[in-house]
């Protein structure tokens, strides 16, 4: 037998196993376990502020851990800073390749980076008098899908090349790569804790990993298409996923499995991104169809609609404080609801 | 860290990289769903009730409530 047909079959017989395995630790489910959970109450939220600047698709959002900045970012080749409160424009950032497809806020509010077609991860210091590029992290071979700051000097990275990469800002250079997806990386999400983080990518799998050593430490089967967006819940012991097979999934990491998928019917459209109220009860779950879908997490249940979207809801986001939700489009608006 | 290179991985390497990852996954311990499920259940209960979205928030609490009404120049 040739090494490729013996590696097959003992990739077969492990998939089994760890089948089984699952299997035998899977007494109930979400639904059954919580059905003596009060629903969740219908949700009504309101368009609290529309904010308008962007020219283009707008592609990625990310809140700052004040509550009230945050970073949109748009295929109108700029990133713009918003106060949410007023919702005035506090920054505009100019980007050297318009083909933007992520941004991120540092956790200090000092730094913001973005990437896309270009590859490259750059990061820029918002508190000098000017605006200034600090960094240019090149070193991915596909676009940047993804990127999250750990601190002000390390970035975790997702990227087409089917890799995800944790960067040292001082040096500009990797220090870990992750690699173990078969398909390009399309999102991540750190863990509270921030010792690890899951990857959602174009092989239909969601990833854990361990930060420091770089190793995959277990794998999250369901979807039958990419998977667009993942979320870490608030306790840090299960996370959410959005996909282009128009369902969302509940994994729990400590029974290795998914506890709960979210799907309707009527609902045909891929899910583009998703973000968790404070509690974690509430998904707020963006799809191709211009809608922004709330589901109760623990019953399964669609218990709201954000509508107002002219165009594919992009992008979606929770402030730290839970007070309210907020989404982009490709219809160049941003949404404040709550 | 060496650099990986993903294009030149053979298909070969990529059979080699799944079993031995599968490797590591199949020793995991598996914890009972229905204690999963009863542990994230009590979690989410018990920080609903501060969690604005789903209580709501009064307007008067509302950093986001529309503005309106007079304006002092």
């Not at chain 1, 509550?67 to 109108?76: E, G, I, P, W």
């Not at chain 1, 019917?265 to 779950?285: D, E, P, Q, Y």
């Amino acid at each position: 037998m040739g090494e490729m047909e013996q590696m097959k079959k003992e990739a077969e017989a492990l998939k089994t196993q760890i089948e089984a395995a699952r299997k035998a630790v899977h007494d109930t489910d979400m639904a059954s376990a919580a059905s003596g959970v009060a629903p969740a109450p219908r949700v009504q939220l309101k368009t609290r502020r529309n904010l308008k600047g962007h020219l283009a698709k707008i592609y990625a959002m990310h809140w700052s851990t004040d509550n009230r900045l945050m970073v949109s970012a748009s295929q109108d080749g700029k990133l713009l800073i918003w106060d949410s409160h007023s919702g005035n424009k506090v920054n505009a950032v100019p980007l050297k390749s318009s083909w933007v497809m992520t941004c991120a806020y540092a956790p200090s509010g000092n730094l913001v980076a973005s990437g896309g077609l270009d590859n490259m991860c750059t990061v820029y210091n918002l508190k000098t008098p000017v605006i200034k590029t600090v960094k240019e992290l090149d070193a991915h071979t596909g676009y940047l899908s993804c990127a999250r700051f750990l601190s002000d000097t390390e970035v975790l990275t997702a990227s087409g090349d089917t890799t995800c990469a944790l960067w040292d800002l001082e040096t500009g250079k990797q220090k870990t790569v992750f690699l173990n997806h078969v398909g390009d990386c399309m999102c991540l999400s750190l863990s509270p804790d921030m010792n690890s983080f899951v990857s959602g990518a174009c092989d239909s799998l969601a990833k854990l990993w361990d930060i420091r050593d770089g190793q995959c430490k277990q794998t999250f089967l369901g979807h039958t298409s990419d998977i667009n967006a993942i979320s870490f819940y608030p306790g840090g012991n299960a996370i959410i996923t959005g996909s282009d097979d128009c369902t969302c999934k509940m994994y729990d990491l400590r029974a290795d499995q998914e506890l709960i998928t979210y799907q309707d019917a009527a609902l045909n459209s891929g899910v583009t991104s998703l973000a968790l109220s404070m509690s974690g009860r509430l998904i707020f779950a963006g799809y191709d169809d211009f809608n922004c879908n709330i589901w109760d997490s623990l019953k399964g249940e669609k218990v709201g609609v954000l509508s107002g979207h002219d165009n594919r809801v992009s992008c979606t986001g929770v402030p730290p404080d839970g007070m309210c939700v907020c989404t982009g489009s490709w219809d160049s608006f941003l949404k404040i609801w709550n | 860290m060496p650099v990986i290179n993903v294009e030149d991985l053979t298909d070969l390497d990529k059979a080699k990289m799944e079993v031995t990852q599968l490797k590591i996954e199949v020793k995991l311990e598996r914890a009972k769903v229905s204690k999963c499920c009863e542990e994230i259940s009590e979690y989410i209960q018990s920080g609903a009730d501060e969690d604005p979205l789903v209580k709501g928030i009064p307007e008067d609490k509302n950093p986001f409530k529309e503005k309106g009404g007079c304006v002092i120049c």
